[in-house]
């Protein structure tokens, strides 16, 4: 089975930085594509940043320039570095991979993590 475990969240303030990560483990999957999304209260769940297996990230328009989205393959994780944070930042942060069983010809799955808490203090 494939699970998802997140780290990094916590209390930071105003224009600090934080970095989260997502470990991705299980057997006979591959990974199409890993991302954060995240939810305040109150609101929708939203895309923060995707990467794909070959290397193309996806931003959204509100944290362009402030995070950055990478990958270790070897490792099956994924890295948020963030920076300058907002009072616009707090929120759930959840992990998603988007995977298929290496057993099956067609179809894949998404899989989400529990989700990392972020608090930005004044």
């Known amino acids: 089975q494939v699970q998802l475990v997140e780290s990094g969240g916590g209390l930071v303030q105003a224009g600090g930085s934080l970095r989260l990560s997502c470990a991705a483990s299980?057997?006979?999957?591959?990974?199409?594509?890993m991302g954060w999304y995240r939810q305040a209260p109150g609101k929708q769940r939203e895309l923060v940043a995707r990467i794909r297996s070959g290397g193309d990230t996806n931003y959204a328009d509100s944290v362009k320039g402030r995070l950055t989205i990478t990958s270790e393959n070897t490792k099956n994780t994924v890295y948020l570095r963030m920076s300058s944070l907002k009072p616009e930042d707090p929120a759930v942060y959840s992990c998603?991979?988007?995977?298929?069983?290496?057993?099956?010809?067609?179809?894949?799955?998404?899989?989400w993590g529990k989700g990392t808490p972020l608090t930005v203090s004044p």
């Open positions: 998603n991979a988007n995977i298929t069983n290496v057993l099956l010809v067609t179809g894949s799955k998404d899989y």
């Open positions: 299980g057997s006979m999957f591959s990974i199409n594509a």
